[in-house]
């Protein structure tokens, strides 16, 4: 008789199997328990689902790698922003290594492929186009990233990090498993001495507890004084003690909680002469309190409960103006903690629940728009996204403008669109470039010429609901498309989605009024299929990899095949 199986490990079986079948983008069970973990480490850097999917990798010569994430200072660091990649001195690049296995056990098996892979790949001398027989094109480029970004920030002098999770359903490990995983961290360390190299397992008492952290985020703020308050727990002000802002922006591991600034949209700008002078003032021995020298914060909350006449209970904090001013906090402090208890200075912090989306955004743009940022940070205060967002949300489908919000509200990830996958759509279809949606997800919106073309002012609301239906419709099909890897499945969407609107409208040139006119129904998955599998022949007889998907030419093959 076999092992009884924990409540944990009973409920987790459950809970997944159910989520598995609520979802459409994953081919199996295991499939997805790989999404779902990564999911549940990745927790504190506040990913989307599509960012959470573009790391997963699985499938065969993955070398025991099924979700890798490379992380410069808690964001997401993707292969089209290396050529451009500046950093802070000091700063910390992060590489984070996932193997997810639905199984109730640990094996060491695991950890040996990471030996290898580790061995093979990380050293920087190592010729990574020597392994490609032997691992997959989305490992190498993974492992590329993260050494490429290492040469480009050599003077940056910046911190390295590599984590490795292994996650299962297990309840205890073998003894042998640890001194493999010992044995993983000295061949790391022997090429990295300076680097942090840790490897967590993740078992079924841990997967619990990370499934159940409440995404919403309640945080609570003390005020020096009585807060000046206006309107019915609306808007707050008053002076906050230093050590408790820095508590306030921290979580329990001492690390910045990064989802507290996703709103803002100025990153943080390193040693420039304001933050030096920032940083001067907290570690100045003056007797002028620190508010005195600084503009203060500007947070916005979805609500506020006052705990006390001096707490606040704060929901959901969006740290809108302040960034440089928090980070130099957190710096200072993190490397100070000694200094936490005697501290007495203040910053003016000013607490705000907006009375409407578009209030929200106001405040946004203009906290952000008084230094030079430029107008492309700022593109999902711009009306029409919250128009999108409005439109879709009364037809079934949620526009991630504001960053998992409908993710935390439990919105199946199917019917969640986001800003960068809509606009990765629109770019294929409308001016054909699925080499460039595929290329460049990270910097597809700086361009104000594209981004004009693709938002104008009062453009028919329904054209972007179509696109994101067919954009939807495509990835739904993939993903269930065993035959094909999910690099070449990632290879293959823009291109597939620009096929079948090409087909369904008869041309090309694709304008809006062609797609709005689109009839739905007539996207069935036998044209989708029959399309996908002339695509995918010619993409692999060109190659087959992410080299095809990202050229300029590929397009033109598709047209010949489309007799367009």
Same mark, same amino acid.
């Given at each position: 008789?076999?092992?009884?199986?924990?409540?944990?490990?009973?409920?987790?079986?459950?809970?997944?199997?159910?989520?598995?079948?609520?979802?459409?983008?994953?081919?199996?069970?295991?499939?997805?328990?790989?999404?779902?973990?990564?999911?549940?480490?990745?927790?504190?850097? @506040?990913?989307?689902?599509?960012?959470?999917?573009?790391?997963?990798?699985?499938?065969?010569?993955?070398?025991? +790698?099924?979700?890798?994430?490379?992380?410069?200072?808690?964001?997401?660091?993707?292969?089209?922003?290396?050529?451009?990649?500046?950093?802070?001195?000091?700063?910390?690049?992060?590489?984070?290594?996932?193997?997810?296995?639905?199984?109730?056990?640990?094996?060491?098996?695991?950890?040996?492929?990471?030996?290898?892979?580790?061995?093979?790949?990380?050293?920087?001398?190592?010729?990574?186009?020597?392994?490609?027989?032997?691992?997959?094109?989305?490992?190498?480029?993974?492992?590329?990233?993260?050494?490429?970004?290492?040469?480009?920030?050599?003077?940056?002098?910046?911190?390295?990090?590599?984590?490795?999770?292994?996650?299962?359903?297990?309840?205890?490990?073998?003894?042998?498993? @640890?001194?493999?995983?010992? !044995?993983?961290?000295?061949?790391?360390?022997?090429?990295?001495?300076?680097?942090?190299?840790?490897?967590?397992?993740?078992?079924?008492?841990?997967?619990?507890?990370?499934?159940?952290?409440?995404?919403?985020? +309640?945080?609570?703020?003390?005020?020096?004084?009585?807060?000046?308050?206006?309107?019915?727990?609306?808007?707050?002000?008053?002076?906050?003690?230093?050590?408790?802002?820095?508590?306030?922006?921290?979580?329990?591991?001492?690390?910045?909680?990064?989802?507290?600034?996703?709103?803002?949209?100025?990153?943080?700008?390193?040693?420039?002469?304001?933050?030096?002078?920032?940083?001067?003032?907290?570690?100045?021995?003056?007797?002028? @309190?620190?508010?005195?020298?600084?503009?203060?914060?500007?947070?916005?909350?979805?609500?506020?409960?006052?705990?006390?006449?001096?707490?606040?209970?704060?929901?959901?904090?969006?740290?809108?103006?302040?960034?440089?001013?928090?980070?130099?906090?957190?710096?200072?402090?993190?490397?100070?903690? !000694?200094?936490?208890?005697? !501290?007495?200075?203040?910053?003016?912090?000013?607490?705000?629940?907006?009375?409407?989306?578009?209030?929200?955004?106001?405040?946004?743009?203009?906290?952000?728009?008084?230094?030079?940022?430029?107008?492309?940070?700022?593109?999902?205060?711009?009306?029409?996204?919250?128009?999108?967002?409005?439109?879709?949300?009364?037809?079934?489908?949620?526009?991630?403008?504001?960053?998992?919000?409908?993710?935390?509200?439990?919105?199946?990830?199917?019917?969640?669109?986001?800003?960068?996958?809509?606009?990765? +759509?629109?770019?294929?279809?409308?001016?054909?470039?699925?080499?460039?949606?595929?290329?460049?997800?990270?910097?597809?919106?700086?361009?104000?010429?594209?981004?004009?073309?693709?938002?104008?002012?009062?453009?028919?609301?329904?054209?972007?609901?179509?696109?994101?239906?067919?954009?939807?419709?495509?990835?739904?099909?993939?993903?269930?498309?065993?035959?094909?890897?999910?690099?070449?499945?990632?290879?293959?969407?823009?291109?597939?989605?620009?096929?079948?609107?090409?087909?369904?409208?008869?041309?090309?040139?694709?304008?809006?009024?062609?797609?709005?006119?689109?009839?739905?129904?007539?996207?069935?998955?036998?044209?989708?299929?029959?399309?996908?599998?002339?695509?995918?022949?010619?993409?692999?007889?060109?190659?087959?990899?992410?080299?095809?998907?990202?050229?300029?030419?590929?397009?033109? !093959?598709? @047209?010949?095949?489309?007799?367009?």
């Amino acid at each position: 008789m076999g092992k009884k199986l924990s409540n944990n490990q009973l409920l987790l079986k459950e809970c997944i199997q159910q989520e598995y079948v609520e979802n459409s983008l994953y081919e199996n069970v295991d499939s997805y328990f790989e999404f779902f973990s990564s999911s549940q480490i990745l927790k504190d850097y @506040d990913l989307s689902d599509d960012e959470i999917l573009s790391g997963i990798i699985g499938g065969s010569n993955d070398g025991g +790698c099924d979700g890798m994430y490379i992380f410069l200072n808690n964001d997401l660091l993707t292969q089209d922003q290396i050529g451009n990649l500046t950093a802070p001195k000091g700063s910390v690049l992060s590489l984070i290594i996932v193997q997810a296995k639905n199984t109730t056990g640990f094996g060491e098996d695991a950890i040996m492929k990471w030996k290898t892979v580790s061995s093979n790949l990380l050293s920087i001398s190592s010729d990574l186009n020597s392994f490609l027989d032997r691992y997959n094109e989305q490992v190498i480029d993974s492992f590329m990233i993260f050494r490429d970004a290492i040469t480009k920030l050599v003077r940056s002098q910046i911190k390295l990090k590599i984590h490795y999770y292994y996650v299962t359903l297990a309840d205890d490990k073998h003894p042998n498993v @640890d001194k493999q995983a010992d !044995e993983l961290k000295d061949i790391v360390r022997q090429m990295y001495p300076s680097a942090k190299v840790d490897v967590t397992f993740v078992g079924a008492d841990k997967l619990m507890e990370l499934y159940n952290t409440d995404a919403e985020i +309640c945080a609570n703020l003390e005020f020096a004084e009585n807060p000046i308050a206006r309107g019915k727990n609306t808007e707050y002000i008053s002076l906050v003690n230093l050590a408790t802002y820095y508590k306030f922006i921290t979580d329990d591991n001492d690390r910045l909680r990064s989802s507290f600034f996703e709103a803002n949209v100025r990153d943080y700008q390193g040693k420039n002469s304001v933050n030096s002078r920032i940083a001067e003032s907290l570690a100045s021995s003056n007797n002028e @309190d620190f508010w005195w020298l600084n503009n203060g914060i500007t947070i916005l909350a979805e609500k506020v409960n006052p705990v006390t006449n001096k707490e606040l209970s704060v929901v959901n904090p969006e740290i809108v103006n302040g960034l440089q001013t928090s980070t130099e906090i957190y710096n200072y402090y993190s490397e100070n903690k !000694e200094l936490l208890k005697l !501290e007495t200075r203040n910053v003016l912090v000013r607490v705000i629940v907006p009375a409407s989306e578009e209030s929200r955004d106001n405040i946004i743009f203009a906290t952000n728009n008084q230094t030079n940022i430029p107008k492309s940070s700022l593109r999902v205060t711009d009306t029409i996204h919250l128009q999108i967002e409005m439109y879709f949300k009364n037809r079934g489908l949620y526009y991630d403008r504001r960053k998992n919000y409908y993710k935390n509200q439990k919105k199946k990830a199917v019917d969640i669109v986001g800003v960068s996958f809509l606009a990765q +759509c629109l770019i294929s279809i409308f001016l054909r470039k699925p080499d460039f949606a595929r290329a460049r997800p990270s910097t597809l919106l700086t361009d104000d010429e594209t981004y004009n073309k693709l938002y104008e002012s009062n453009a028919d609301l329904e054209v972007y609901y179509k696109t994101a239906l067919l954009g939807k419709k495509i990835q739904t099909n993939l993903a269930k498309t065993t035959e094909m890897t999910s690099a070449e499945r990632n290879d293959v969407l823009y291109y597939l989605l620009y096929g079948v609107s090409a087909k369904v409208v008869g041309k090309k040139d694709i304008l809006y009024s062609d797609v709005k006119n689109i009839d739905m129904s007539v996207v069935t998955d036998d044209l989708i299929n029959d399309l996908k599998k002339i695509i995918y022949a010619k993409y692999k007889e060109l190659g087959g990899n992410g080299r095809v998907a990202k050229s300029d030419t590929f397009i033109t !093959e598709i @047209d010949k095949m489309l007799g367009l």
